[in-house]
T-cell receptor
Framework: GNSVTQMEGPVTLSEEAFLTINCTYT??????LFWYVQYPGEGLQLLLK?????DKGSNKGFEATYRKETTSFHLEKGSVQVSDSAVYFC??????????FGSGTQLTVLP | EAGVTQSPTHLIKTRGQQATLRCSPI?????VYWYQQALGLGLQFLLW???????NRGNFPPRFSGRQFPNYSSELNVNALELEDSALYLC?????????????FGPGTRLTVT
């Protein structure tokens, strides 16, 4: 079946540091890939997406590239801010519409 | 444009009781999805409704059920509550066609079973 493996957290960084959160997936064919963010006490917000191989999703300084050859969709940001502190979820969508999520990575950015 | 709304925000029930959670999708969205976010279990897909019909369900027992109304709002019912049903229940909605790839989430209902 489909599955998503995410980098274990928590991750703690200083402001302006470089961020990478690893995400790899298992699925047949060509799933769509997503990153969602969950701020404290809130629901999930779609951060970025990619629907085919080599697509790069980007939003708010975050980027992720759909790598079919390595079945990966790593999230990166060049310079994190305190306001980026949240839980980040990698997810895929193959058939039947439902999303399969990774376990989430807690990010804390210190001033 | 109003986002996905859920009610109530918090719900406290006793084991064995029934819980009803409600969701209103974004205007124009016809699909509603329910997910459970339980501590230590991550986010798991529960149910998908589209045009009033249940289209798919996740690996949950039949006491988790729901429905979608003609205005596309949805209810999730959990019968015979168990302690392990305590979780954040998230509702999401999506549009049709290519836009169906994007699901927009509500803030969730926190269900506590004592």
């Amino acid at each position: 079946g489909n599955s998503v493996t995410q980098m274990e957290g928590p991750v703690t960084l200083s402001e302006e540091a470089f961020l990478t959160i690893n995400c790899t997936y298992t699925a047949t064919g060509y799933p769509s890939l997503f990153w969602y963010v969950q701020y404290p006490g809130e629901g999930l917000q779609l951060l970025l997406k990619a629907t085919k191989a080599d697509d790069k999703g980007s939003n708010k300084g975050f980027e992720a590239t759909y790598r079919k050859e390595t079945t990966s969709f790593h999230l990166e940001k060049g310079s994190v801010q305190v306001s980026d502190s949240a839980v980040y979820f990698c997810a895929l969508r193959k058939t039947a519409r439902q999303l399969t999520f990774g376990s989430g990575t807690q990010l804390t950015v210190l001033p | 444009e109003a986002g996905v709304t859920q009610s109530p925000t918090h719900l406290i029930k006793t084991r064995g009781q029934q819980a009803t959670l409600r969701c209103s999708p974004i205007s124009g969205h016809t699909s509603v999805y329910w997910y459970q976010q339980a501590l230590g279990l991550g986010l798991q897909f529960l149910l998908w409704y589209d045009e009033g019909e249940e289209r798919n369900r996740g690996n949950f027992p039949p006491r988790f059920s729901g429905r979608q109304f003609p205005n596309y709002s949805s209810e999730l019912n959990v019968n015979a509550l168990e302690l392990e049903d305590s979780a954040l229940y998230l509702c999401a909605s999506s549009s049709v066609g290519q836009a169906a790839y994007e699901q927009y989430f509500g803030p969730g209902t926190r269900l506590t079973v004592t």
